[in-house]
């Protein structure tokens, strides 16, 4: 079975605080994905990666930046939190062509 | 605007009964539309892949259906047992291209 695991189910930091949201995946998928869900906008894209070091900006990356030093893992950072980015994060993956991300079971970050 | 659209937003069955969900979209070139189901807190999981040529397909009391000319899908689910409380999620693939178009999803409640 696929596997997207993502390093915290909940997380709380401060304002201003460096964040780190990990994501690993063992089926060595090119393509991984980060999303935030938040009530009323459904998935949003943030960042995508489809190689190693490669990356391209999803709908609302302003805020966050990533990285992608090694195929099976890709990070989301969050430089200075601040309160809106509150949400639930959910990492994906696929491989190219195929429809089906398989997706992490998400992180509930809270910024206070 | 909104590549995908689901209605209704929310509902509220008794255990048993079946319902529907739908989806449109104006995704195009269309590739494939798949459904997922995302329990409270969880990340989502597949139930049903529909490419061009396919009209229905079953899974378990899960039925989608497509009409590609007119661009709409639909879930059924029949006989709802209390486990289907989720939100379940349209989502569109757009030929050659890797993103996701995903709707707000449609949240279902079932009560006994």
């Known amino acids: 079975d696929v596997k997207v695991t993502q390093s915290s189910r909940y997380l709380v930091k401060r304002t201003g605080e460096k964040v780190f949201l990990e994501c690993v995946q063992d089926?060595?998928?090119?393509?991984m994905f980060w999303y935030r869900q938040d009530p009323g906008l459904g998935l949003r894209l943030i960042y995508f990666?489809?190689?190693?070091?490669?990356?391209e900006k999803g709908d609302i990356p302003e805020g966050y930046s990533v990285s992608r030093e090694k195929k099976e893992r890709f990070s989301l950072i969050l430089e200075s939190a601040s309160t809106n980015q509150t949400s639930m994060y959910l990492c994906?993956?696929?491989?190219?062509?195929?429809?089906?991300?398989?997706f992490g079971q998400g992180t509930r970050l809270t910024v206070v | 605007k909104n590549q995908v659209e689901q209605s209704p937003q929310s509902l509220i069955i008794l255990e048993g009964k079946n319902c529907t969900l739908q989806c449109n979209y104006t995704v195009s070139p269309f590739s494939n539309l798949r459904w997922y189901k995302q329990d409270t807190g969880r990340g989502p999981v597949s139930l049903t892949i529909?490419?061009?040529?396919?009209n229905t397909k079953s899974n378990g009391r899960y039925t989608a259906t497509l009409d590609a000319d007119t661009k709409q899908s639909s879930l059924h689910i029949t006989a709802s047992q209390l486990s289907d409380s989720a939100s379940y999620i349209c989502?569109?693939?757009?030929?050659?291209?890797?993103?996701?178009?995903f709707g707000k999803g449609n949240q279902v409640v079932v009560i006994p």
């Open positions: 990666s489809y190689d190693v070091k490669m990356k």
């Open positions: 989502v569109v693939s757009e030929y050659g291209n890797n993103r996701l178009a």
């Open positions: 529909m490419t061009f040529s396919e």
């Open positions: 089926m060595d998928h090119e393509n």
């Open positions: 994906a993956s696929s491989t190219p062509g195929q429809s089906e991300a398989f």
